[in-house]
Every structure is written in C-alpha cells, then in structure tokens.
C-alpha cells in the first residue's frame, strides 16, 4: 500500500476516528453517535436526548440539528456547500497530504457529484440525470419486475436464506449493472467493490477498512479504464455507453460517475429492502393492513424510509457567515444534519417512533437529501423497494426471522449486513398492481 494513503487516512480519516473516541469516552452524545461503538443498533434514543438540547446544537467536532425544517432549509440554502476535508478541525500540514496524494475515481472525492457543488456538480449531474427521468425509470420497471421474480424463484422455498446476500443486494445489482453496460458475469466483483467500498463513507473508519476500499478502488479503476475502452468501440444501449459516446466528461470524471452509481445506487436500495423486510416483520399488524391493502405498498416504502432512513446524516459548509435558529455560524464551519432525526421530528411527524404504513405525510421524509444534491435514483430505489417488498411477502406469506439480524458497523449508512429468514413455502406470485 502506498505510504501516502496512510497519511490520507490519518488526516481524513484517522483524526476525526481518535477525536470522536475521546469525546465518547467523556460521554459526549453526539461522538457516542458518530463514532462510538460502530454500527449501533438503534441509534434513536441517542437522537432524541440530542433534539432535547435545542434545534441547533455545538458539538466538540461540529454544530449539529436533528430538526426537520432546519435540515431541509439548509440543504436548500446556497450558503452551504458540501463537506471537504478543510470542513473538519484537521491541521494543515494534514490536510496538505490529504489534497496531494489524490485516490482513484470514487464516490466520495471529487468530482464525484457528492462533494462538489455548482457550478461543477451542474455539469457533471447533467448528463447522468438522463438516466433518472420518469420515463426511463418506467422503461427500468419491467426488468425490475423481472429481476426481481427470477431472485425469489432462485430462494430455497421451505428453507432458509440470507436475504442481503440472496436478495436484497441482488436486486440492484441487475440493474446499476445493466445501466452501466456491465456483463452479467461480473455481478459479484461490483457486490464487493460495494462492501469494501461503503466504509468511506462514514468518518472515522480503522486503517484496515480504509485501507480494503483503496485496494478495491485501484482493481475498480483498472476495470472501467478497460470497460471504456470497450464501450468506446461497441457501445451498448445502457446509460453509460451514452456517456462515453456523448463526450461531454473526461475519462475521470466517466470513472468517478460510475462509481458513484454502483456505490449510491446500490447501498441505498440494499438498506432499503433489508430496513423494509425487518420493519414488516416486526409489525406484523402492519404487515396483515398492507395484504388486506396493497395499494399502500408504495406509502409503506415511504414510511420505512422516514423510520429506519438507509443514510442517516449527510453535512454541509457554511460558505460565508450565516444566521440559522437565532445562532451565528461563521464561514467553514460544518453543520451536521441528522437526516434520521429531521425524520423523526415530532413537529412533522405525529407519533414519530411508531411505524406506520398508512401515515399521510412520511413522504416529507429527507432520506433522499434535498435541494440540488437531492438523490438523482430516488425514483429507481422507490420503485425497487416496492417491487422487492410486496413480491417478496407475497411469494413466502409465511417468511420469519431465522435468528437476529447483523447491523453493519457503519454509522451514515444504516442496514443489515444479515438478515437469517426462514422462507416457508412459495405461494403462486399475484400481478403487481401497486407500482
């Protein structure tokens, strides 16, 4: 490994890993959140002793909000750009070694869209929202259905399974894949480019799981230069082969798109299903309103979206010195948006701690983001989720928890790393009505 990644990690990742630890030793609430013991199971009752001390709050590391119209004003404020390295308390001969030893195109450096702002990231999500608009994500609805069918045959009908594995990480794999002119053969290489990869999308991540995202990055980037260069001789009909063809992004930035794709396209909707499939178990009175209506499935993905977000915080910069709740925030400092808490905002949400699919507002959720880095495959992850969802529950009526599901140890990004079911017999697959 080259010396110069392990200086990366020490000053992105290393010093925010050995601050939050010892704020959370000191029992500081927010660093026991973001970098406590990783991968807590239920991360809300820590949210909500948060929200008790004010809808703006000073942390050691950063100002905080977990209130819902706060987070969302300023996710649509142009006075906050995303987090970079410089938002963080890192000195700057760290940071001088963070900007000159660059990584590999990936999704959380730039020019990946996540961290750039316009007029960049208008430029760069052009070309790609192409593949997001309604009536390309209708033409995706018929291989969704299909995919999806074909994976539940595929499950040991009276058996048991790992429904991450064999399922839920499936689904979207099909499709980022087929949007990017993947062969089906190399399914399983994205799958885990995608779990050595997610880490870096946390702060705080060990030196072992910075160090397997790089390594995956570099075998990542030697495989789409040679995807490029195939597509740039026979181009497909997928999304990517446009890309390539139209020229209007560098070879980069077509890698760092690409694997933005297969990191935000995949782990959201993997969350998703898993958080959805766990929910229903756990409410099976819920469960019996959605088989006696099933025109509320699509609500009902809503609803575990709002309750168990698949991301659960995202940051932004002040870019100058801004007024926000009667509280001064000076240019570079970074706010902290719970996008968990926003969606457990009792003053948006009546009764936020009980799951219900028939709620009239939990689309005003934020677990999509909002303003201008609003998540380009809400749609695509809406639509897999409801598919996935009701054709899975409807297949296995029975389906049941073959033992306690494995949270993954990551903190901004928040599913199950296991799911153990027992499937119980196959029934005959009624026609989707609900998407």
Partial sequence: MKPQYWFRWLSVQGAPRLALRLHARRGDPFAEL??????VADPYPLIERLRGE??????PIAWATFDHELCRSILRDNR???RTTESFDIPGPMQKLA?????PPNPVEPPSMLVIDPPEHTRMRKPVASAFTPRAIGRLRDRVETVTAELLEALPAGGSADLITAFAAQVPIAIISEMLGFPDSDKERFLQWGDRMTP???VGISWRAHRRALRAMEVMNDYLDTHIRRLRRSPGDDIFSALVTAGELDEFELKASASLLMGAGFETTVNLIGNGVVQLLEHPEQLARLRAEPELWPNAVEEVLRFDSPVQTTARTAVCDVEIAGTRVRAGDTVVLSLAGANRDPAVFPEPDRFDVGRANAKEHLSFSSGVHVCLGASL?????????QALFDRFPDLALDGPPRRRELFTLHGYEQLPV?????AVAPEPTSV
């Fill in 54 to 59: 004010g809808r703006l709050i000073r942390t």
């Fill in 381 to 389: 992850a809406r639509m897999e989720g409801v598919y996935a969802l």
């Fill in 200 to 202: 870096l999308l946390d």
């Fill in 80 to 82: 906050f750009g995303v």
């Fill in 99 to 103: 900007k000159h030893s660059p990584l």
């Fill in 34 to 39: 973001m970098g406590g013991p990783r991968g």
């Fill in 422 to 426: 027992r499937l119980g017999q196959r």
